[in-house]
T-cell receptor
């Protein structure tokens, strides 16, 4: 599976937008981009996924670069509950495994 | 809706003992997974099951076994626990096999300490 690179940590003020970057320069044409997050002392939870086009759902937006070598998870208004570790994961069709890296620890400042 | 339940919440046991971690889901999902999470290493897949009656090895299967007798239950067994198996264990499920475009739902985890 292709590797992703994320910053170890980021900070955001409450109620401000947050842009979480992910680099995946070795992504293949069949790799999907998934984002999961893990709140303290909980299991991971799905946030969003996409292939080529930008995606929006009730939790977040996913912006995918035209060359697909990077993507950005956008939280439109950070809340204290959004403080978590965010994982950017690539997976190909047929894969059975989500390869979690170390993710980005987001701190939300009141 | 309970989703995925795991038991026990936490457990400490002596090395060499046998231990079974339980996982039950009520979503009628076909696929189930066991991950372990160690500090600084993210989550790693131990075993998976695409449907009842089938299992497969993940990234770190050694020292663990699983069974899938029915859709709802996916127990993970450590036949003879060793200290390196100290970790937080997460069970997950998805409606169908494969991870692409399929949301995985995770349980609350079991914190296991092997002395």
């Amino acid at each position: 599976d292709a590797k992703t690179t994320q910053p170890n940590s980021m900070e955001s003020n409450e109620e401000e937008p947050v842009h979480l970057p992910c680099n995946h320069s070795t992504i293949s044409g069949t790799d999907y981009i998934h984002w999961y997050r893990q709140l303290p002392s909980q299991g991971p939870e799905y946030v969003i996924h996409g292939l080529t086009s930008n995606v929006n759902n009730r939790m977040a937006s996913l912006a995918i670069a035209e060359d697909r070598k990077s993507s950005t998870l956008i939280l439109h208004r950070a809340t204290l509950r959004d403080a978590a570790v965010y994982y950017c994961i690539l997976s190909s069709t047929g894969a059975n495994n989500l390869f979690f890296g170390t993710g980005t620890r987001l701190t939300v400042i009141p | 809706i309970a989703g995925i339940t795991q038991a026990p919440t936490s457990q400490t046991l002596a090395a060499g003992r046998r231990m079974t971690l339980r996982c039950t889901q009520d979503m009628r999902h076909n696929a189930m997974y066991w991950y372990r999470q160690d500090l600084g290493l993210g989550l790693r897949l131990i075993h998976y099951s695409n449907t009842a009656g089938t299992t497969g090895k993940g990234e770190v299967p050694d020292g663990y076994s699983v069974s899938r007798a029915n859709t709802d239950d996916f127990p993970l067994t450590l036949a003879s626990a060793v200290p390196s198996q100290t970790s937080v264990y997460f069970c997950a499920s998805s409606a169908s096999p494969g991870v692409v475009g399929r949301e995985q739902f995770f349980g609350p985890g079991t914190r296991l300490t092997v002395l």
